[in-house]
């Protein structure tokens, strides 16, 4: 089994959603972040006053696949999430030992 964590713009949320259910991927963890990358934010102007914007709104999607799903589902997140432009996110892929669903009690590949 393997963790894919993506940190993209919020705005490529439901592409990205829709492109890992076409993949057949059908839950995953999604949270509101905030950081930067080489970007390192930006400045804004508010009442005449400038001030940089050093974080910068993310949106972080956390999925645990079979080994076998991994390379589709990677391939629809960054095909969905992809701008071209500065900020587009990362996708980081990770082993994961063990998992179990706690009502049923399944481990491995069945508690996905």
Do not use: C, W
């Not at 905030?34 to 999925?63: C, N, W």
């Not at 589902?73 to 587009?88: L, M, P, R, V």
């Amino acid at each position: 089994m393997k963790k894919i964590e993506a940190v993209i713009k919020p705005f490529k949320l439901e592409e990205v959603k829709d492109a890992l259910a076409e993949v057949g991927i059908e839950g995953m963890t999604v949270a509101e972040v905030k950081g930067f990358g080489r970007q390192k934010g930006h400045t804004e102007i508010y009442r005449g006053s400038e001030y940089t914007v050093d974080f910068l709104p993310k949106i972080k999607l956390e999925i645990v696949v079979s080994d076998d799903s991994t390379e589709p589902a990677t391939k629809a997140i960054i095909s969905a999430a992809k701008t071209g432009k500065i900020g587009d996110g990362k996708v980081f892929v990770s082993a994961i030992e063990e998992a179990t669903r706690i009502r049923t009690n399944d481990t491995g590949d069945k508690a996905l």
